[in-house]
């Protein structure tokens, strides 16, 4: 096999990792693109993703302090001020304050974590502790189920928008910001682990990292689904209905 038509194979089988085990297909954004949720439901998602969003550029951090190369560190750190901003009020966690309020959740509750679901809380920081442990091949390829989120995305603004009074230009702007800054961020990725796994072993590794991620994602999804949908078995601690709101 030529290196080409290696290239051209790795990326078919990343990509149909994502087509088998992307969260798209998980019954609660199912319910939450078609306007099944409660708005409790909706509620317990902001919380509990709140979550994720906080820790994503702690993660692009632990990444960057691994990283010897200038040329990488400097693509790569575009990825903390999407979520972070460059000044104060600015940025993607700021953006989901503003989904939270919309939807009826006091800021500061939902950016004090209190009341985040355990499982999600293990999910999360497992994926910190990946980049911050995992070689950097790993790390870049378990960003790579961004490759899938732009489609995610998009069903979720048309979803919400339809379905949901307290969608608008303001409260749904955190997923329109990731329609630019996805595609950017996974092109960069992609090529990356492209040129970096060159071996079996290496193709190996990076597509058990991109399992491994969509494995982080899905059990947060579980965990949501259990506490809030179906048994509703809402844990010891974690968010309850009339907590944190307006
Ligand atoms: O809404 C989603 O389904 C979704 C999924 C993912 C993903 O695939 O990890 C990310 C995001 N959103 C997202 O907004 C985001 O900033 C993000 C960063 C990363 C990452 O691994 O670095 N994934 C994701």
């Known amino acids: 096999m030529n290196i080409q038509t ?13 087509d088998e085990l992307y969260h798209d297909k998980h019954p609660f954004h199912i319910l939450l693109h078609s306007g099944g949720c409660t708005i409790d439901q909706v509620r317990a998602w902001v919380v509990n993703r709140y979550y ?17 190369d ?8 575009s990825r903390i001020e999407d979520h972070d901003g460059r000044e104060e009020g600015t940025g993607g966690i700021m953006r989901w304050l ?25 999910a ?21 189920t961004e490759l899938f989120a732009p489609a995610i995305h998009e ?37 990356w682990v492209l040129d970096h796994a060159q071996t079996a072993k290496e193709q190996d590794a990076a597509a058990n990292a991109l399992i491994f991620k969509t494995q982080v994602l899905w059990a947060q999804l579980d965990a949501l689904y259990h506490a ?16 944190g709101l307006l």
């Open 6 to 18: 290696d290239r051209t194979s790795f990326e078919a089988r990343l990509r149909k990792i994502g």
């Open 52 to 68: 994720y969003q906080s820790r994503i550029p702690m993660k692009d951090a632990a990444f960057l302090s691994r990283v010897e």
């Open 70 to 77: 200038p040329n990488l560190r400097r693509i790569w750190r």
């Open 98 to 122: 503003k989904l939270a309020e919309g939807v009826g959740l006091d800021p500061d509750y939902v950016a004090s974590a209190r009341g985040v679901l355990p499982a999600t809380r293990f």
């Open 124 to 144: 999360v920081d497992a994926y910190v502790r990946f980049v911050r442990d995992m070689p950097l091949l790993d790390a870049v390829a378990a960003s790579l």
């Open 155 to 191: 069903q979720r603004i048309a979803g919400l928008l339809k379905h949901y009074d307290f969608a608008n230009d303001d409260t749904i702007a955190y997923f329109k910001h990731r329609l630019s800054e996805a595609p950017r961020d996974v092109a960069f990725g992609l090529g």
């Open 228 to 243: 809030y949908v179906s048994p509703r078995h809402i844990p010891p601690g974690a968010w309850h209905p009339e907590e």
